[in-house]
């Protein structure tokens, strides 16, 4: 009897970093991990979920409504393979709380792609896995970032009439919830991704920049925080982010990183703004926490959709953290904090590309990309 098993580690991610809204993320040293074992056997057994951690009282474990295996489900289905392999096991452990602007969501994702596409055994290249989650998270600063891993820009390609309706398709039917007991009969067969949706490239990251995450406890839905943001902007906050962007993204892979400059380049006029009645504090927070006030920042500014603050630093992580707390807690939201590392970018191009799996790459921070590890 064949049995396999092997392990899937998806990082947890920050996207916006101020003025880079549904464009840069990082990923982050919190984790989704599923262990994952299947077994030949005569008889076909469903697959059985268990899961620890963030999220547990909540998530389905059923198969067919569970958010990461119905997109393996998605992915095997696109290749011909219409069920799960027999007595599948997986236990998934999650530290990414969610609905915090930590990218959980974007991991379940990425993790449910890994998972297809290991259990289909198809080898696809990064760029292909990219296709799959962005079908399904259809935003790239999240996915992006967990799947690639380090300090990452991305854009979508302009996609020509028909692939514009293929990748156009409700969520719904990408991701129907399969009734448990439909076998193979589906009916329909489900949408391709277009092929090269997302491009990405991924930044210097200097290492003495540590990520101290602030998180509220509660929950913002991504999808509500993105109903409250205009549809047009004028050309005055364009330029203000464009610019403030175009510096960041080398800023923060300069070493000795300079407060001044990174501060003011994680300003925001395209949806920190529009979200702050979401988030009781949110502009107090801002304001009350900068690098003349607390020697160590280098930024602050909302971590994805919120409502996490994500505060950039090299030093005094508990003073940052502490004040931020505070402030919150005259607003009535009581919060956790967690120190986090990012990591960083290797000059190799291989690298580069996000083709690099191993778990021992020189470039210390490189150890949050997401790994697929075979245990067999
Ligand atoms: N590990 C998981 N397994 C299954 N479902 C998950 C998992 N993680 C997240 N989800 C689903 O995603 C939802 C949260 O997604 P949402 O996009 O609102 O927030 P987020 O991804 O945590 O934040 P952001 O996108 O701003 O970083 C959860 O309520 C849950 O339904
Ligand atoms: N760029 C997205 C990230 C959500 O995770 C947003 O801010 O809505």
């Known amino acids: 009897m064949a049995k396999s098993s092997f392990t899937i580690r998806v990082p947890a991610t920050s996207a916006n970093i101020g003025p880079g809204f549904d464009v840069i993320g990082l990923s982050l040293s919190l984790h989704l991990t ?59 452990h999650n530290e990414i709380p969610f609905g915090r602007g930590l990218g959980s969501s974007g991991a379940a994702v990425v993790a449910g792609v890994l998972l297809g596409n290991e259990l289909g055994g198809f080898n696809l290249p990064t760029s292909r896995m990219l296709d799959f989650a962005l079908m399904v998270e259809r935003h790239p600063d999240n996915v992006t970032a967990a799947l690639i891993g380090g300090f990452v820009g991305s854009y979508l390609r302009e996609l020509d009439h028909a692939a514009t309706e293929a990748a156009s398709v409700p969520l719904s039917e990408v991701l129907p919830e399969y009734p448990a007991d439909a076998g193979e009969d589906w009916g329909m067969d489900p949408p391709m991704p277009p092929q090269g949706i997302g491009h990405w490239v991924r930044f210097a990251w200097t290492s003495e920049i540590n990520a101290i995450a602030i998180i509220p406890r509660f929950e913002l839905s991504t999808a509500k925080a993105r109903s409250v943001l205009p549809q047009e902007y004028s050309r005055k906050d364009l330029v203000f982010n464009l610019q403030r962007l175009a510096v960041l993204t080398t800023a923060l892979g300069q070493s000795p990183p300079d407060p001044e400059l990174i501060y003011e380049a994680m300003k925001d006029r395209v949806h920190q703004p529009y979200r702050k009645h979401l988030i009781p504090g949110l502009p107090e927070v801002l304001a009350a926490v900068t690098p003349s006030s607390h020697p160590g920042l280098l930024g602050i500014c909302l971590s994805g959709a919120g409502p996490t603050i994500l505060a950039l630093a090299v030093s005094n992580f508990e003073g940052i953290a502490k004040d931020v707390e505070a402030v919150f807690k005259r607003h009535g939201v009581d919060i956790d904090w967690k120190l986090l590392q990012v990591s960083g970018a290797c000059p190799d191009l291989e690298h580069a590309k996000g083709t690099c799996r191993s778990l021992n790459c020189r470039f210390q921070a490189l150890r949050y990309v997401p790994v697929v590890l075979d245990d067999a």
């Open 34 to 92: 599923l262990t994952v074992s299947t077994a030949d056997s005569e008889q076909y057994s469903p697959p059985k979920i268990t899961y620890s951690g963030e999220g547990a009282d909540e998530v389905p474990l059923d198969p067919y409504k569970n958010l990461t295996t119905r997109v393996a489900l998605y992915v095997l289905r696109c290749h011909s393979i219409y069920k799960f392999p027999s007595n599948l096991t997986i236990h998934a």
